[in-house]
């Protein structure tokens, strides 16, 4: 076994640099509004070479998601989950769940990006839109029992 590494296109850096800025970029066609993700030389589909980098909304829905419990990477101990965002731009994207995940019912939960700091950088990971979104909680109020 051994640790999980990135392996970056020359395509690659301007996204990885907006990852590590915490707000992540695609390349997004000039031509026709297409994102594409991974980075690519050319629009998947009108072919332009023309491109702007986009921040993202950060925003998506959960397709699909599966939880591994077999150590596939020494820097990955298990239990963790894997889930695939279809992002508010239109792109697919694996990623993983973090903070409080829900019992039933992944598929379909609205979420939002974050970024957690790992050894080489930032990663963007998702977290529950609900847990984002909750109005804090109103304050306690004191009981008096003495009554
Ligand atoms: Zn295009």
Known sequence: MGNSSRTLSMYDVP?????????????????????RYPPAPVCAACLAEEVEWRELSGRGTILSWVVFHRRYFDDHPVPYNAIAVQLEEGPIMVSNLVGPVPDTDWIGRAVRMVYERVTDGMLPRFELASVVESPPLPAATPINLRK
């Open 15 to 35: 996204l990885w640099e907006s990852i590590n800025a915490g707000s992540m970029r695609l390349q997004c066609c000039s031509n026709c509004g297409l994102f």
